[in-house]
């Protein structure tokens, strides 16, 4: 789909070598999983030996039966694209926000993961969503990707888009969640407040495109 992603190996429950193709720093990941879930500072990995620590430690905490991703680290923009509705019929492309990690030490790697998300006590924990400053080029051809993803997944309603862009700026896929959290704090809720949408707008645009999908009507009032 000419859908740009980063480099990346994939590593079996049964490889006890490997050959990386492309240069350190790397991150490594669960393959399967969600919610960060084995995504730490620990997984960016600057040398041989800490690969082999942070594989060990997925393994140790997730199983041994189980895949691994290693990845190009990405450096730049940590981006989320928030579509609501099907583009087969109408729908909206929510602001698309960028991580702010200016609050973190420089010595802890930038990255959204584990801490950030689970760890009230973690100074990853104080990384803030805000509006991301990308040039129209790029905010297009990103947008224009997502849309077609979300065709050809066949994702429905609404759907959360994650990219990071490499050191020179060039925008990779990460995941495409097709069933992105809604809670009031999570990244879609801040995406559609800064589109001018309430939390409970935001749940009935959702709803909405329910409606009109499947052709029903949904009663009762948020
Ligand atoms: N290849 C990568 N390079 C740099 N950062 C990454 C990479 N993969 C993941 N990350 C970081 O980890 C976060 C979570 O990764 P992601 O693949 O979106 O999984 P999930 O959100 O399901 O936990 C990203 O938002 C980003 O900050
Ligand atoms: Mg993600």
């Given at each position: ?21 492309f240069s350190f720093p790397v ?48 450096s730049g923009k940590d981006l ?143």
């Amino acid at each position: 789909m000419e859908i740009p992603v980063p480099e990346a190996m994939f590593i079996k429950p049964e490889d006890i070598t490997f050959e990386i193709s492309f240069s350190f720093p790397v991150l490594v990941k669960p393959n399967f999983g969600d919610s960060s879930f084995g995504i730490t500072k620990r997984s960016v990995a600057n040398t041989p030996e800490e690969l082999m620590n942070a594989i060990s430690e997925i393994r140790e905490k997730f199983g041994y039966d189980k895949p691994i991703l290693v990845e190009e680290f990405l450096s730049g923009k940590d981006l989320s694209v928030g579509i609501i509705g099907n583009p087969s019929g109408s729908y909206m492309v929510l602001p698309i926000i960028e991580e702010d990690y200016s609050c973190l030490p420089p010595e802890l790697p930038r990255v959204c993961g584990y801490e950030a998300k689970w760890l009230p006590d973690s100074p990853y924990w104080n990384l803030k969503s805000v509006p991301a400053n990308l040039s129209e080029d790029t905010e297009r051809f990103i947008v224009e990707c997502c849309l077609k993803l979300f065709e050809r997944l066949e994702c429905r309603d609404y759907c959360r888009f994650d990219w990071r862009c490499d050191g020179e700026g060039n925008p990779k896929l990460l995941e495409v969640n097709p069933n992105p959290g809604w809670c009031w704090d999570g990244h879609l809720a801040k995406m559609a407040k800064i589109f001018g949408l309430s939390y409970a707008e935001m749940l009935k645009a959702i709803l909405e495109a329910v409606e009109s999908r499947v052709g029903i009507r949904i009663e009762g009032d948020l």
